[in-house]
């Protein structure tokens, strides 16, 4: 019996790019076909509900999971964004099959995720992810000008970092070795969402040339064929109520 | 001529058990020796400042780090807790070497530090890092509370499911398969440091009755030969400022 290798299957809320986003980068730039739940809304949330009920123990093999986004391929179900990435990326060509590189890559991943979306994140919701925004402003004004102000320079300084150490081939624009890897996706998304967030913030700090890389590696992802197509098509959300919001009074008081 | 595995150095803050903890606990159960800097202050923190700093970019071969724990073996240089793990665990005989397992047992790492490393340290630091405790308190106390009643509950009872998953053997204590893996180790680590940060919480989450499989996960970690001769030597870094931290004020208002 012959057996092809099985369908991807991205399981993740609808109408938001969301922690599922870097999942769709790789498989758009490496023109794998996937099957993204997303795009059937009502089946998606149930999808999402039955995966991470309180009584759903797994099915004997996958352990229970407890967030999504999760990865089905075959007979495998994964979840935890870094974790699907780490998973996919060497199958993609997107990271070498063998070695320690994949450890310096995932380190990097872990790094940018760390930064632009977890605490990002926190930023509309310092206090509690059940309460609303509206319910804790003031507490999201205070932690999004240290974030702004603090942070973001920090992880920005660091993606620059990166690309400083790659002394050998200026004229790469990638964070890790000579090709494009799965982190220049995570890193464009991230420069993404938060520009999408912080806009002015992010306008002075690209403005400051402190970042050039930075924003040159973002550029050079958003020209890729395949994922330039991709940002055109449909199948890209927009930006609404997901990890990166944007709420202009939570960049009012920030001094950059 | 012969060349013998390299020592593996973690590079940590002193002082603390921190981030560097989870990572002992791997050496300490495979009786694997290792070179603990944190064991040497004053020694510690120039190692760690130089490997963070702004203008250290690496050294050709691996890439720039922003914060530790590090780990060093051989020529390899990596960070991110999740991802020494991940390198370690197979190494030491604490996850296998080869098929899908391993991305399972990332997912649930991952998970047990996002609960009870990332989110816990930001109820005592809800703003920013940069502030003192004190200078946020009020915003601590509104964190702590949403933390205790709704997260800890949250995570507690995604580890009880882990447990639940598996049908096939109530004897095992560990979290996936029938071997300590070391998901276990870290397990083990979250439970006591937030049992240390939030013990009254944490007490009657215990006596609640719905998490037994997870405190007799806690118990048989502990009475492991190896982890519990570590436990009681002077290498186990008390509990002090760092991410676990105990202010009473903090649990004083929250309805469990």
């Known amino acids: 019996m ?12 609808p109408d938001i790019p969301g922690r599922g986003e870097p999942i769709r980068l ?3 730039e490496a023109g794998v076909p996937y099957i993204d739940h997303s795009q059937e809304p009502k089946q998606a949330v149930q999808d999402v509900l039955g ?7 797994g099915d004997g093999t ?3 999971i407890l967030a999504p986004p999760i990865l089905r391929h075959g007979k495998l179900i994964i979840h935890q964004l870094p ?6 990326a060497p199958k993609l060509g997107l990271a070498p099959k063998e070695g320690d590189d994949i450890f310096h890559l995932n380190q990097i991943v872990l790094t940018l995720l760390d930064g632009f979306v977890n605490e990002l994140h926190d930023t509309h919701h310092p206090t509690a992810v059940s309460m609303y925004y509206e319910d804790q402003k003031p507490e999201a004004k205070k932690r999004s000008k240290a974030f702004i102000e603090e942070r973001i320079p920090k992880f920005l300084g660091y993606v620059q970092r990166l690309l400083d150490a790659k002394t050998s081939n200026d004229e790469v624009p990638w964070l890790y070795g000579d090709k494009l890897t799965y982190a220049d996706l995570v890193a464009f998304q991230c420069i993404d969402g938060t520009s999408y967030a912080f806009p002015k913030s992010m306008k002075k700090l690209k403005e400051s040339g402190k970042y050039d890389g930075v924003f040159k590696l973002y550029e050079a992802v958003k020209e890729r064929p395949n994922i330039s197509a991709y940002l055109a098509s ?5 930006y609404s109520d997901g990890i990166w919001r944007h709420y202009p009074e939570l960049e009012e008081d920030v001094n950059l």
Request: hydrophobic share 45%; no cysteine; glycine share 0%.
């Open 2 to 13: 012959s057996s092809p290798d099985p369908p991807y299957e991205l399981i993740y809320w």
């Open 26 to 28: 790789l498989f758009e």
């Open 51 to 57: 995966f991470i009920a309180a009584d759903n123990v």
């Open 62 to 64: 996958n352990p229970p």
């Open 83 to 88: 974790n699907i990435l780490l998973y996919l």
């Open 234 to 238: 449909e199948r890209r959300f927009a």
